[in-house]
C-alpha cells in the first residue's frame, strides 16, 4: 500500500499519455472535496466544496481547497463536475468563479438549481451543462459516463472518466440503499458494465468504511419521526441540513398524516426546499406548507417547524433557539427532532444546542435516543461489493480522515486488489496513472484557505493563532514613554490588560525588567522605537510566563519623551 511521505518532491511534468489526479481537499477530513483530473494538456475538476471551521479556528466562516496549483491553468480548465449538491462538494464553486467565470459547470437538474440559487447571492451567471445517469459528454479529452447513485441527497451522480490512460471510476458520494425514497438505486449494474470494460482507477467513498455491515435504508426512519408527529403534546420542531431532501420529504408525509402544518425557517431551508418543490423533487401535499405568520393561528398541536441547524452552528436558526436569540421561544411540552449525523468534531456543540433545547422544557429527540438518522454513505460491507462488482486493477479512497482511508483501503485488498495498487493520498498528493498502474509521485500545494467575512486567504495560520492566544491568554499592552536622549522611562509605563489575570498591582514587578531592558539597550546603542518595542514585549512575555504561567499577547507601544 503506497503511503504518502511528508518528504515529497514536488510535482514534475506529467508524463505524456499519463493521467495525474490530484485531491486539493477531501482527503484526510470530512468536507471541501475537489479532485482535479489532468490529461493531454487539460484539467476536469469533479467537485469543489468547503469545509466548516473548528473550535481552533475562530472567526472563520469556511475552509477552501486551496487554488495555487491550478491558478495558472485556469484556461486548461475544460469543466467542473458536480456530484451532488451538497455544501462540501458544491461550497467552493463561487470562489473558483471568482478567478474564471466562464468555466462550465456539470451537473443534474437538482444539483445545478442548487449552484445557481448560491451564485446568484455572488452575483454569478454560469455556464452551466446539465445532465442525467446515462449521459455520455466529451469535455476536452476526457469522455464522461455519469452512473446514478443514490446518497443522502437526490440526483447524486457517480462520473467514469474515459482518458487515453485508461479508466476512472468516481462514485462520488453513495451508499446503496434498496428501497430508497425516490426509487432511484445506485445503478450497480452500469459499475459491472464498466467492471467488464476495464476500471483502471477506482476512487471510492471512504467516510463509512470503519462501520461494518450495511448502512440502513432511509424509509427505517418513518417509524421514530411518525411517533414524534404522533405523540407529540405541542409543537414538533425538525432540524436537519437545508438540502436533505429525502429526510424533509419523510417529516413533511407524517406531518400531513397527523393533521399538521408545516413552515420552514431559516434562509438556507427555505430556498432550497422552495427549488426541490418547483423541480419535483420534493412533493408537498397540496395546503401543507404555510408561512410563519400562518402559524401563529394554529394550535400548538398541529404545528410542525422545520429548521436549519443540527450541527450547532452558532448562526443557525436552533443554536439561536437554545440560546433563547429567535423569535421562536422553546417551551415546556414542544418536541425538538434532530434528524442528522453528528459531523465528526462537532459533537461538543451538538450537545450544548440539546442541553440548552433540553433546559427550557423541550422534549429533543436525536439520533443518541432514537432511530432519526441513516447516513448518507456506503458502509463496509457495501464497498467491498462495490470492489468486487467492479474489479478495479488500482484503488485511491477519497472522502474521509485518515482512519476512513486506511479502512477503505484495506477492505480493496481483502478483496484482491494488489496492495501496491492501493495509494493512500493526502491533500496536495499527486497520483499518476501511467501504463496502467496508479503510483504517488510527488505534491503540490495544498494549504487551508480561510474565509473570514468578505476576505479570502486574509486570515493565515498565523493570525489565527493570534486569535487563539487572544482567547485563551489574553492581551497586554504595555505604553512606555521614553526620554530620546537618555532611553529611561520618563514616567511609569501603563498597563492595559484584557483577558489576563491582574489587579492594580500585577504589573508593578514587571517596570524594573523594563528598566533594566531599557537600560540594556542604551548601553548597546538600540535607539530606534521599534527595535526597542520588540526588546519590551519579549521582556514582559518573559515575565509573564515566569510568573504568571501565561502566554498573552504583548503589544507594546512607546512614545518618544
Known sequence: MSHPHPELKAATPLPEGGLRVTALGGLGEIGRNMTVFEHAGKLLIVDCGVLFPEENQPGVDVILPD????RDRLDDIVAVV??????DHIGGVPYLLRERADIPLVGSKLTLAFIEAKLKEHGIRPRTVRVREGDRRGFGPFDCEFVAVNHSIPDSLAVALRTGAGLVLHTGDFKMDQFPLDDRITDLRAFARLGEEGVDLFLTDSTN????????SERELNPAIEQVMRTAPRRVIVSSFAS????????LDAAHAHGRKVAFVGRSMVRNMGIARDLGYLKVPRGLVVTTKELEKLPDHRITLVCTGSQGEPMAALSRMANRDHAIRIGKGDTVLLASSLIPGNENAIYRVINGLTRWGANVVHKGNAKVHVSGHASAGELVYCYNIV???NVMPVHGEFRHLRANADLAIRTGVDPDRVVIAEDGVVVDLVDGRASITGKVPAGNVYVDGMEVGGATEASLKDRVTLAEEGVVTVVAIVDADTGALAETPDFLARGFVHDETTFEPVIPVIEKTLANAAQEGVGDAHQLEQLIARAVANWAFRTHRRKPLIIPVIIDA
Open 244 to 251: 436533505h431532501v429525502h429526510r424533509i420529504q419523510q417529516v
Open 209 to 216: 468504511a470503519e462501520v461494518p455491515g450495511f448502512t440502513t
Open 67 to 70: 487554488f495555487t496549483s491550478i
Open 82 to 87: 458536480l456530484t451532488h449538491g451538497h455544501e
Open 391 to 393: 474489479r478495479p486493477r
